[in-house]
């Protein structure tokens, strides 16, 4: 599945070298200590499922998707639920939220361009 991963929510970054990295992006903010590294990359289920348990404690979470399924990816705990019926995604909201995740961080972006390629 194609997804995105934020290398400042991983505990270890060279997590990150185990993965198929098909591009980078680093936020713009002017403070070094405040950008985000935005890595689109390719993964199996099992390295998604072994991204959980690298993810940082609270307040992160990756994505991963296909044509149709949207995979979240908390510390510890994943949801599958459809890309096109919202309604499926309320639990993964509400953990996200649980965890101190701001709704608006939990809108599942996904790259279009990507999406057609998995």
Known sequence: MIGTV?????KDSRFINKLD???VQISDSEKPQDRWHLYKVDASEAQIKELANQ????????????NQDILAVFPGKTFKFSRADRSTWKPAIEYGK?????????DFLIDEARAGNT
Do not use: N, R
């Open 98 to 106: 649980s965890i101190g995740i701001p709704i608006e961080q939990l």
């Open 21 to 23: 990295v098909k591009s």
């Open 55 to 66: 993810l940082k404690p609270e307040k992160w979470y990756a994505h991963f998707w296909d």
């Open 6 to 10: 934020v290398e400042e929510s991983l």
